[in-house]
C-alpha cells in the first residue's frame, strides 16, 4: 500500500487551480514518508519498552536467586544452560512431539466435532434447544473432572489424553459456532430469501460465512483449553510430554530445568495463538481490514 | 394508460396481521400493477408499506385476499428484486461478489456470471471498485451496487423500499435520475416505497397513497407529469406543485380523521413544515 502510494509521481502539473489551495496538500510520496517515519517512531518505542521489560524479568530473577537460593528461582544462566542440554540431548525434543501430538489430535478433533454440531444445533433451532441444556452443563464442568473417567475408560495413555482434550475444547468451540449461526445477520438472510435463496444456500454462503469471526473466537478458546488440557493430562495421567518433564523437574525440585520446560511451554502456546491469528487474517479478511479500519 | 393489460402484479383484498392478530399490519388492500410502470407506496412509518413490499416477493404470506404476481402467488425468484434502505452487502465478499452471489442463485454459469456483473458495475459507474469490499465504499457507492444487483438479475418487478432515504440530498438526486434512465431503458415494473412526496411524484406514475392502524389505502393517484423526468425536470411544472398540494392535503385530512398527530409530523418532517411555520 505505501510502497504503490510512493511509486506515483509526486510532482502534478503545475495548473492555476492549484497555486492556493493546492499548496497545502502534500504530494502523496512525501505524505506515506511520514506516515511511515511516524509508524517507525512507534515500532521502535513499542520494542524497546518491550526489551527493558524482559531485561527486568531477567534482573529480578538474578535478584531472586541471590537473595533466596536456587530452590526459590534459579539463575537464568542455568535455566539457558539446562535449556542447551536438553535440547542437545533430544529430551526436550521428543516431549514436545508428545505435546504437540496431543494438542494437535486434540484439538483437530474438537474443532471439527465442535463446529459440525455447532452448525446443527445453531442453524435448527428446535435441536438447539433440545439440547442446550446438556451442552450448558458439559461446557460449565471443568475438564479435569472428566480425567478419573476417562482413565477408567481409555486408559492412560496418548489416546485417553487426546479425549481429555477433546471434551475440555470442544464446547467452547460448539457453543461460539452455534450462537455464531443462530445470531447471524437477519437482514442479510432476508435479502439472500428475496433473491431466491433456498434453505441450503442460505445456510452455508450467508450464515455460516456471517457466524464465521464467532466461530473463529471459538477456535481461539478451544486452542488455548487444548494446551492446557494437555498439560494437565501429561501431569495428571501416565507422565509424558512437557507436561512430564515439569512434573519430573518440579518433583525433583530442579528448578533451572523446570524452567527451561516452561520457556518452551510459553514458546508454544503463543506459536498456536499466532498461527490461529494468522488462519483468521487468510480466511477473514474483510473483518481483520474491517476492524483495522475502524 | 391501456387498462384492458394484464396486470403484472395484482392484489385483492389482502389483509395481513402479526403477533397472533394483535397488530393490525394491512387491512383490505387492493390495487394492480401493470407491466413497465413506476408505483409508488406513500404513507407515514408503519403504515405497513415494507409488508406490503415483502408479502409482493413472496417472503411472507397474507392472511386474508390474495397476491399474484403473473397470474400465480409469488416465490422469491427470478422474476422480483429487490432494494433495501440499507445496502445488504455481504461484507465478505467483494463488490463484483456480491453481485456474483445473486447470479449464481439463478444459475448462471461462472463465466456468465462476472461478465454480466462487472456490465451492471459499469452502468452505476462502479466498475473500478470490481474487487473492493463493501465496507471500503461510501453509503452511496453501497447503494449503487444495491441496485446493481437488483438488475443484474433483469426482474420483471423491481421492488425498492426506500433505497435513498439513508442518502444525503446530492447523491439521492443523482441515484433518482439513474434509476429513471435504467427503467426508461428496461421497463421493469417498479414498486417504490418512500416516505417523500416530492420523491414519489417525481419518480411515478401512480401513487398509492397508504394511511395508518391499519395500513389501508387512502387514494390510489395518476401522476401526469411529461416524460422522461430525468430529462425535464417537473419540478417547475405548476402540475408538480398541484399534486403536491393535493397530496398534502390528503395527509392533513388523515390526521384530522384521527389519526395520530405527532406520528404523522414524525413521518413527514419534509419542507411542508417549514412553510407552515414561514408564514
Ligand atoms: N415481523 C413483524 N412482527 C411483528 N410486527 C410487525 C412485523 N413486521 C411488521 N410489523 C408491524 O406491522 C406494521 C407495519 O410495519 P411495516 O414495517 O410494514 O411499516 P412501514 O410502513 O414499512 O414503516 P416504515 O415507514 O417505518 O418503514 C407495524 O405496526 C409493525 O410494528
Ligand atoms: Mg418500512
Not at chain 1, 493430562?233 to 509424558?240: G, H, I, K, R, Y
Not at chain 2, 401522476?223 to 405548476?238: A, Y
Request: charged share 20%; aromatic share 6%.
Amino acid at each position: 500500500m505505501t510502497e504503490e502510494l510512493a511509486k506515483t509521481p509526486p510532482t502534478r502539473p503545475e495548473s492555476s487551480l492549484s497555486t492556493a489551495g493546492g499548496s497545502k496538500a502534500l504530494p502523496p510520496a512525501q505524505l506515506a514518508g511520514r506516515a511511515r517515519k511516524r509508524r517507525r517512531i512507534e515500532r521502535g518505542v513499542v520494542l524497546g519498552s518491550q526489551i527493558t521489560i524482559a531485561l527486568l524479568v531477567v534482573a529480578g530473577m538474578f535478584a531472586l536467586n541471590a537473595a533466596a537460593g536456587k530452590l526459590i528461582m534459579p539463575k537464568p544462566t542455568d535455566v539457558l544452560n539446562q535449556s542447551i542440554k536438553m535440547w542437545a540431548d533430544g529430551t526436550m525434543i521428543k516431549a514436545l512431539g508428545q505435546s504437540v501430538t496431543v494438542i494437535g489430535l486434540g484439538f483437530l478433533l474438537s474443532a471439527s466435532t465442535g463446529i459440525l454440531f455447532g452448525i446443527l444445533l445453531g442453524g435448527f433451532r428446535f435441536l438447539g434447544r433440545v439440547f442446550d441444556p446438556f451442552v450448558n452443563a458439559m461446557n460449565s464442568t471443568p475438564g479435569a473432572a472428566f480425567i478419573p473417567l476417562i482413565i477408567v475408560w481409555f486408559g492412560l495413555y496418548t489416546e485417553a489424553k487426546v479425549v481429555v482434550v477433546w471434551n475440555a475444547a470442544m464446547f467452547p468451540i460448539l457453543i461460539n459456532t452455534a450462537a455464531g449461526i443462530a445470531n447471524s445477520n437477519k437482514d442479510l438472510t432476508e435479502m439472500a430469501r428475496a433473491f431466491g435463496a433456498k434453505r441450503l444456500t442460505l445456510f452455508w454462503k450467508v450464515m455460516v460465512p456471517d457466524a464465521l469471526p464467532s466461530i473463529l473466537s471459538g477456535l481461539r478458546i478451544g486452542a488455548a483449553i487444548a494446551t492446557v488440557g494437555t498439560v494437565i493430562s501429561e501431569l495428571t495421567m501416565a507422565q509424558s510430554g512437557l507436561g512430564g518433564l515439569l512434573a519430573a523437574a518440579g518433583n525433583r525440585f530442579q528448578m533451572d530445568k523446570y524452567f527451561a520446560v516452561v520457556i518452551v511451554l510459553m514458546a508454544l502456546g503463543t506459536s498456536i495463538t499466532a498461527l490461529l491469528r494468522f488462519a483468521e487474517h487468510r480466511i477473514a479478511r474483510w473483518r481483520v481490514s474491517l476492524r483495522e479500519g475502524s | 394508460m391501456d387498462k384492458t393489460i394484464q396486470p403484472l402484479i395484482s392484489l385483492r383484498n389482502v389483509g395481513k396481521s402479526f403477533k397472533d392478530g394483535q397488530v393490525r399490519a394491512l387491512d383490505n388492500i387492493s390495487f394492480d400493477v401493470r407491466p413497465g410502470e413506476f408505483i409508488s407506496l406513500v404513507g407515514p412509518s408503519g403504515c405497513g408499506k415494507t409488508t406490503l413490499l415483502r408479502l409482493i416477493n413472496g417472503l411472507i404470506g397474507v392472511d386474508e385476499g390474495s397476491v399474484s404476481v403473473m397470474g400465480a402467488p409469488p416465490v422469491p425468484g427470478p422474476d422480483l428484486a429487490m432494494v433495501f434502505q440499507s445496502a445488504r452487502l455481504l461484507p465478505w465478499l467483494t463488490v463484483v461478489g456480491n453481485i456474483e452471489f445473486v447470479l449464481s442463485l439463478r444459475g448462471l454459469s461462472r463465466g456468465e456470471r462476472s461478465q454480466r456483473a462487472l456490465a451492471l458495475l459499469g452502468a452505476v459507474g462502479l466498475r473500478d471498485f470490481a474487487g473492493a469490499y463493501p465496507h471500503e465504499l461510501s453509503g452511496g457507492m453501497q447503494q449503487r451496487v444495491g441496485l446493481a444487483r437488483a438488475l443484474a438479475v433483469e426482474p420483471k418487478v423491481l421492488l425498492m423500499d426506500e433505497p435513498f432515504a439513508a442518502l444525503d440530498a446530492m447523491t439521492r438526486e443523482v441515484l433518482r435520475s439513474e434509476l429513471l434512465q435504467m427503467w426508461s431503458r428496461r421497463r421493469m415494473a417498479i414498486v417504490f416505497v418512500t416516505h417523500d412526496i416530492d420523491e414519489a411524484i417525481l419518480l411515478s406514475q401512480r401513487i398509492v397513497l397508504l394511511r395508518p392502524r391499519p395500513g389501508r389505502i387512502d387514494e390510489i393517484v395518476d401522476v401526469d407529469l411529461p416524460e422522461p423526468r430525468w430529462k425535464h425536470d417537473p419540478r417547475t411544472l405548476p402540475a408538480f406543485a398541484e399534486m403536491r398540494a393535493h397530496l398534502w392535503a390528503r395527509i392533513h385530512d388523515m390526521v384530522r380523521d384521527g389519526a395520530e398527530l405527532e406520528e404523522l409530523a414524525g413521518a413527514f418532517p419534509t419542507d411542508d413544515g417549514l412553510e407552515k411555520s414561514d408564514l
